[in-house]
């Protein structure tokens, strides 16, 4: 069974920093896909930043600059470094995982952590 389990969240004024990290728990041999989506309240699940397992990385618009995303695929983890946030940057924060293969099977289908909540204050 893979969960993928999210720290770090948390209550910063706006221009600090925070780091969140993801672990995928369970018997894998790799991931292809990690990364982080947030969701406001009342608002959609968007895209904040993922990297694929050759190293390629997607950012949002409204974070580039000062997100960064990276991976410790040995221990199957993902991180966001979040420097110079914002009132707008204030979601909950899910880590998201594409392609686990496992020792059973190699799985084609997303995975969701249960979110980390970032409020930023101005």
């Not at 770090?8 to 728990?25: D, E, I, K, N, P």
């Not at 410790?72 to 983890?77: I, L, R």
Request: glycine share 10%.
């Amino acid at each position: 069974q893979v969960q993928l389990v999210e720290s770090g969240g948390g209550l910063v004024q706006a221009g600090g920093s925070l780091r969140l990290s993801c672990a995928a728990t369970g018997n894998i041999f790799s991931i292809n896909t990690m990364g982080w989506f947030r969701q406001a309240p009342g608002k959609q699940r968007d895209l904040v930043a993922t990297e694929i397992i050759s190293g390629n990385t997607n950012y949002a618009d409204s974070v580039k600059g000062r997100f960064t995303i990276s991976r410790d695929n040995a221990k199957n983890t993902v991180y966001l470094q979040m420097n110079n946030l914002q009132p707008e940057d204030t979601a909950v924060y899910y880590c998201y995982a594409w392609g686990i293969q496992t020792m059973r099977a190699t799985a084609a289908m997303d995975y969701w952590g249960k979110g980390t909540l970032v409020t930023v204050s101005s």
